[in-house]
């Protein structure tokens, strides 16, 4: 989801009005936190009465001073003044405290479970988010969200309260100048509901445009080889500066709105105080009321008017944030398409907390991987694009099964199938005559070993990312893993062996490092099944020969699955399946299917030339 499409989603939110029920599900979140969010309204609470009772004060002092026949000492306000700002001043200390604590454990709560469900998610979720997108969910948009939650409760606690307690103190002294007041008050909050509305899409534009122009300089950063190659220097100037110009315009509308709304406040606000003054100051002169009265309808003039503009701009933040909460909730509450059906999970419940009999998985079926059927199996991605068709394939238990074939004819979806990240959207994939998705996911993939193109490392040592494949491995398991793949020569030749920091991503380590080391990482894993999908695409050939080797010592007797980017890597195989449009048009071993002369002599054939002319060209 682009920029653009985020922006209109927040656009329709705020039309929609604010939505109650999604609100109530993202309070859930508040529930582990209940006592921190009571204090929050009780300081809140608090903070109002304090802020309600100090101009009481004003008054009763004004009116002591100007009526001489009262005698009650000045000590005794000043005491009472005392007490209501050390109340003050310790309910917004304790609110402060309290809502910190709410909006803190909100925001790690929320995040937690974003995180931990989108380890559940299948890949096909993952289709259809970029990384970024994930990112801002988990990151921005949780931080706003906490923000309302938490402060949201004080400001209407706070806002309600104070309004309420102006209002009835109001017209318990005197209701003409209490109507004189409220009079104000639906022309404050139309003007507040309108302005921070606007205010808040104008916001929402600076953002979009700021995270445009973040990506362009960030682009223009990475690319400048490219540029300057191409002597594109002037025109990417020109595109980011139409980039700029777009922020500045979007920013002074902004800062212009938000300009005009305090200064519309204010003179409301000094309307009314000038009609208090008006009305109460005549009535003050004819003796009608107190001048300490005046005193304090000038006073609630200011306090009464504050909350409106606080509940106007919450409100409006609320609408604003609700597409933010949908996103939000949407992938807290993500269901994964691909994961245990009731009565796997059943079985896996029954079993649970008790110990197997050998030869039994938690599913309580047979822990075993024997015989491996496609039938009939089809795939088509959600956006309607079909893969696969009709593939029948049956593989025996230690067999190693390769698949070539042009870009885009299916052979990693097929992986994919088999390893369960996607499932068939037609026919079935049996484990030993049994429909794999009556097996438990997590006990198939964990009988996977799995090596990709692009290895993934993690922040650590080379050890920490070897032991990632099994958590419980001792050092001398490690040690033998890598020795196995061909990795240890290099490792021992690092600074610290086994200790050495790999770097963010494995940074420090060229790419057939990382390669070793994910192999190695996979084979600790001791997989009944082994899946390499182009592991040596894109490694130099002395490292392709170490995986090599590795490769003809921990195949033996395992089931594997590779496909391999050059054809000479998998001449071994017991099968070579040529994949063609979702479909397996030649299958057998290299020497049948050179006999043949079909596909698989054109694609070996072709490839065989370009690596001797390449080889040529070098020597050259």
């Not at 925001?107 to 937690?112: A, E, S």
């Not at 394939?393 to 990693?412: C, F, I, M, R």
């Not at 070793?516 to 392709?544: G, H, N, Q, W, Y």
């Not at 020497?591 to 596909?599: F, S, T």
Request: proline share 3%.
């Amino acid at each position: 989801m682009n920029p653009e499409e985020e922006l209109q989603q927040d656009v329709a939110a705020l039309r929609r009005g604010v939505d109650l029920q999604l609100w109530r599900r993202l309070w859930s979140f508040t529930k582990p936190y209940r006592r921190n969010v009571r204090l929050l309204a009780v300081f809140a609470l608090g903070t109002a009465l304090s802020d309600t009772g100090l101009p009481w004060v004003t008054k009763l002092v004004v009116d002591d001073l100007t009526q001489p026949d009262v005698a009650r000492p000045l000590w005794l306000y000043a005491l009472l003044y005392g007490v209501l700002v050390l109340t003050l001043s310790g309910s917004v200390l304790g609110f402060i405290t309290a809502g910190s604590r709410v909006r803190t454990g909100v925001v790690h709560d929320i995040r937690q479970a974003g995180f931990a469900n989108l380890q559940a998610l299948s890949f096909s979720y993952f289709d259809r988010r970029p990384v970024g997108w994930l990112m801002a969910r988990m990151t921005s948009d949780c931080e706003r969200l906490s923000n309302i939650l938490a402060w949201g409760v004080l400001d209407m606690v706070w806002g309600g309260t104070v309004m309420t307690s102006v209002t009835v103190v109001m017209f318990v002294v005197d209701w003409r100048l209490a109507l004189t007041i409220l009079g104000v008050t639906p022309v404050l909050a139309l003007v507040s509901r309108v302005f921070q509305r606007r205010i808040l899409a104008s916001s929402r534009r600076v953002r979009e445009q700021n995270s445009k122009l973040t990506a362009a300089y960030n682009e223009g950063i990475m690319g400048l080889r490219t540029t300057k190659a191409f002597v594109r220097e002037d025109e990417s100037a020109t595109e980011f500066g139409a980039l700029a110009g777009a922020m500045r315009e979007v920013s002074v509308r902004n800062a212009l709105q938000s300009a005009v709304y305090l200064p519309l406040v204010l003179t409301l606000g000094s309307l009314a105080a000038a009609l208090v003054l008006g009305v109460g100051g005549g009535r003050v002169l004819a003796g009608v009321i107190p001048l300490g009265t005046l005193v304090l309808f000038l006073s609630f003039s200011r306090l009464f008017f504050e909350p409106i503009q606080e509940l106007a701009r919450l409100f409006a933040e609320m609408q604003m944030a609700q597409a933010s909460a949908e996103r939000v909730l949407g992938l807290v509450e993500a269901v994964p398409e691909v994961q245990d059906g009731p009565e796997v999970r059943a079985r896996l419940a029954a079993h649970a907390g008790r110990p197997l009999p050998d030869g039994v998985a938690p599913d309580g079926l047979p822990d075993r991987i024997g015989e491996m059927r496609f039938e009939g199996v089809g795939f088509t991605y959600a956006g309607g694009q079909r893969v696969l068709h009709g593939l029948d394939l049956t593989v025996q238990p230690g067999e190693t099964v390769a698949l070539v074939g042009a870009t885009g004819g299916g052979k990693s979806t097929i992986l994919s199938l088999l390893c369960r990240f996607y499932e068939p959207t037609e026919g079935r994939i049996l484990f030993d005559g049994v429909d794999y998705r009556e097996r438990s996911l997590a006990w198939l993939q964990q009988n996977l070993g799995i090596v990709l193109q692009t290895p993934q490392l993690f922040s650590g040592t080379v050890a920490e990312n070897i032991r990632y494949g099994k958590l419980d491995a001792t050092d001398a398991e490690v040690h033998a893993a890598a020795r196995l793949v061909g990795a240890e020569d290099f490792v021992l030749a690092l600074e610290d062996g086994y200790d050495t920091q790999v770097g963010e991503g494995g940074g420090r380590l060229s790419t057939g490092q990382k390669q070793l080391v994910s192999f190695a990482r996979a084979v600790l894993k001791a997989p009944r099944i082994l899946v390499m999908d182009e592991a040596t695409s894109s490694i130099d050939t002395e490292t392709e020969q170490r995986i090599q080797a590795g490769v003809e010592r921990v195949l033996s007797g395992r089931t594997s699955f590779v496909i391999a980017h050059r054809l000479s890597t998998i001449r071994r195989a017991d099968r070579i399946l040529v994949i063609d449009h979702g479909a397996i048009v030649e299958s057998g071993t290299h020497a049948e299917l050179m006999a043949r002369r079909g596909a698989y002599h054109s694609l070996y054939t072709q490839q065989s030339l370009r690596e001797g002319a390449s080889y040529s060209t070098v020597i050259s």
